[in-house]
């Protein structure tokens, strides 16, 4: 994946060669002999630069543009050719912390052919800058060609791998420079296996460590029996005591698993520490509140550490994953549904809003991944709020420069466009951060909420109405289930915030629609001891099955205690889902009924499970309790990951050759995906084209899949951003229940 600017011009590296030639003194050079100029090519042999000079290209960014950022995979190794390139980390607090710079004739990047871990810091031009850049075929040649080059690669990378692990550690957050190049000076880093004893309770104190990765567990011998006292996981620090109060070792510290720790020697420790008076404190304050026992565990405080160390990990994973698919651009984070290139390389609110309500959980919770989860709501919300039209209205996507590109008219997306800003004021007064422009996004919740009611909203059957629900098909006009819990669910928030930021006079119409509208949706969407997807335009039941009617659970988790996620008429309606929806075959549940049982029903490349509707059905079982069939769903899940990355959803080849012959190229599929009742007023023929690429496209590289020889089962947009927002949703519910079914104390939900 390329992490392509929004100013950034790039042009073949032969342009640049062409200009530097006009020079008269410059005529005589090759473009080898003037790519060999720069520093970091002087020791590469000339048939090798000749082997890989054409495939070079410049990049061209403006002042502050983003070249490549924290959480993603370098695509490009760079030099600096003009200008400068700030490399920072974001720090707790929201703000940037600068781990260097990179001036003209120097370079970045390397971590393209060392590591296979993406980025843990963010690299932002300073100023117009031009930059060299290789790509990774080219910079591997490079450096099998010369042993110096290859060597000043590593050496880089160990450097500045190990400034980024010390900005990470609390307390050099906010170092100063000077103190922070003495720490980087003396720290060493330290593998550890599982079971391993970094140190036993009694041995002389002389060194200080702090975890990069993995985590540890304390114990303490008191009355003759080992006592757990501590857990401790990434960004923490432990071992201060001895060096601080000048005591042995008071603990025994034991790697959980395989961990990678920063050790300062005692010797280095009193030189730099103790000349640096908030250093000192800062960690002397640490160990005094451990020494007088304050981080004493007992058996359920146990218990939680260790679940939440576990769920922490698991969760970054995903969290990773999706900020893979954000990009940063001068209006905010675009969240894209899958990765440019792929299937959906757009911005959907209501793909945002599925992954904000899992993040808006992290971040109000304790979690270490608060921060990240927090970080992302934030600039996801920006990047919404900047969607808005004057009128309050939101589309169905968006691009990255947050021109709208809607081909549906998919109404709900107004409430989705209002619950991420809700979620991210919510989520900002909790910690502390209430933005400067807080009254921006209050107004725009306002907007929002009042153009869906002005337009949407039916009084006289008191609903919200819409053309489509999440299916993007013409067999869901009316009144859907979907669409009026997401609104629901937009009404909630609102009440909320209105609390929070004081302003419930502002939004008392707002707030009294909410009141009986909870109850006025139940009712209505209830036949017989059951829900239903919808009320068509003439008042009739559609009584089939789909995964909207999952929508009361999955809009409301969270929200208020009084959803109605285990009376009768609920676990009736669970249980009809998976009766009619489950994939016989695959293991995963269906959106809707296959198209040989309903030919009205939009296939999408061959009916098939779908990851993230399969995700929220082991949510539901996690929330009722019911941890042992949310585990099977779960393993469903993973075996059908693929590096870890979950797709959309599953079909076979079989399924596939049946969606082509019958929907595909008999042009139903088209007609289902272009009905003009359906369609945005004014769409452009360009749009319609582009979609019907994208469609083209991945169809054609299914066919490729096939060709080539494949298993049982094909994978359709891999990875899909909102597959994994559901399933760390799970893993957090899933976590949730077996605190709360422990008796433990905790505030995940």
Not at 347 to 353: E, F, L, M, T
Not at 531 to 536: D, E, M, P, S, T
Not at 714 to 727: D, I, Q
Request: aromatic letters at 12%; glycine letters at 6%; hydrophobic letters at 40%.
């Amino acid at each position: 994946m390329i992490e392509k600017g929004y100013y950034m011009k790039i042009f073949p590296i032969h342009e640049l060669i062409y200009t530097v030639q006009k020079f008269p003194l410059l005529q005589s050079l090759t473009a080898c002999e003037i790519v060999q100029s720069l520093k970091f090519f002087e020791d590469v042999p000339i048939d090798c630069l000749n082997e890989v000079v054409h495939d070079l290209h410049i990049h061209q960014f403006s002042n502050n543009e983003i070249i490549a950022r924290h959480g993603r995979y370098n695509e490009w190794f760079y030099i600096v050719l003009s200008g400068k390139v700030s490399v920072f980390m974001i720090t707790p607090d929201y703000t940037n912390s600068e781990l260097y710079s990179i001036e003209p004739d120097n370079f970045f990047g390397e971590d393209i052919v060392i590591s296979n871990e993406p980025r843990e810091s963010t690299a932002m031009a300073c100023g117009e800058s031009i930059l060299l850049a290789v790509d990774a075929q080219s910079i591997k040649k490079i450096i099998a060609s010369s042993t110096r080059t290859n060597e000043m690669l590593n050496n880089a990378f160990l450097q500045r791998k190990m400034r980024n692990n010390l900005r990470s550690i609390p307390i050099f957050t906010r170092l100063n420079e000077e103190i922070f190049n003495e720490i980087v000076d003396v720290v060493n880093v330290v593998q550890t296996k599982k079971g391993d004893v970094i140190f036993k309770q009694g041995d002389t104190g002389d060194a200080l460590f702090m975890i990069r990765k993995g985590d540890v567990s304390v114990y303490r011998t008191m009355n003759k029996k080992d006592e757990l006292i501590s857990l401790l996981a990434e960004g923490n620090f432990f071992g201060e005591m001895a060096l601080v109060l000048g005591e042995p070792r008071n603990a025994t510290v034991i790697a959980n698993n395989n961990c990678e720790l920063l050790k300062i020697e005692k010797k280095d420790f009193d030189t730099i520490v103790l000349r640096h008076k908030d250093l000192y404190d800062s960690i002397h304050t640490v160990a005094l509140e451990r020494v007088s026992g304050h981080e004493l565990v007992n058996a359920e405080e146990a218990i939680v550490s260790k679940k939440l160390i576990e769920l922490n990990r698991k969760l970054n994973k995903h969290i990773d994953i999706i900020a893979q698919c954000t990009f940063e651009t001068p209006k905010g984070s675009a969240l894209l549904a899958t990765l440019p290139g792929s299937r959906y390389p757009y911005v959907y609110p209501r793909d945002s809003a599925c992954a904000t309500r899992m993040l808006y959980r992290v971040a109000m919770s304790t979690l270490r991944s608060n921060d990240i989860a927090f970080r992302l709501l934030a600039g996801i919300a920006r990047f919404i709020y900047s969607c808005q039209r004057s009128d309050g209205y939101w589309g169905q996507r968006y691009g990255l420069d947050a021109t709208e590109k809607s081909i549906y008219k998919q109404e709900d997306n107004v409430a989705h466009g209002v619950t991420i800003l809700c979620r991210y004021c919510l989520a900002a007064k909790h910690k502390g951060h209430v933005p400067i422009d807080s009254e921006d996004y209050i107004n725009a919740v306002y907007n929002g909420a009042m153009f869906a009611i002005k337009r949407y909203y039916r009084n006289e059957i008191h609903l919200f109405y819409s053309t489509t629900s999440i299916h993007e098909s013409a067999i869901e006009e009316g009144y859907s289930i979907w669409v009026n819990y997401a609104y629901w669910c937009m009404l909630s928030l609102i009440e909320q915030v209105a609390q929070e930021y004081n302003c419930v006079s502002r939004f008392e119409r707002i707030i009294d629609l909410k009141e009986g509208f909870g109850r006025i949706v139940k009712n209505v969407f209830t036949i017989d001891d059951r829900l239903i997807r919808r009320l068509k335009p003439d008042g009739e039941a559609d009584l089939r099955p789909d995964i909207t009617l999952m929508s009361p659970f999955f809009f409301g988790t969270g929200i208020v205690p009084n959803v109605f996620t285990e009376d009768a008429i609920f676990s009736n309606t669970m249980k009809y889902v998976e009766d009619t929806l489950w994939d016989p075959d695959l293991g995963m549940l269906q959106r809707y009924l296959p198209f040989i049982e309903d030919p009205d029903t939009h296939v999408h490349a061959g009916n098939g499970p779908w990851v993230q509707y399969t995700a929220m059905l082991a949510q539901y079982n996690y929330f009722t309790g019911k941890v042992e069939k949310g585990d099977t769903i779960i393993d469903i899940i993973n075996r059908y990951s693929v590096d870890e990355y979950l797709c959309e959803h599953l079909t076979t080849p079989e399924r596939f050759h049946e969606f082509l012959t019958m929907e595909w190229l008999s042009g139903k599929d088209v007609n289902k995906e272009f009905a003009s009742d359906i369609m945005v007023d004014g769409i452009t023929y360009d749009l319609i084209v582009e979609e019907l690429n994208h469609m083209k496209s991945s169809y054609d590289q299914i066919k490729r899949t096939i060709d080539g020889g494949t298993d049982n089962y094909l994978t359709f947009a891999m990875p899909l951003m909102w597959s994994h927002a559901e399933y760390a949703m799970a893993l957090l519910l899933k976590v949730w229940r077996e605190l709360l079914d422990s008796g433990v104390k905790h505030n995940l939900l």
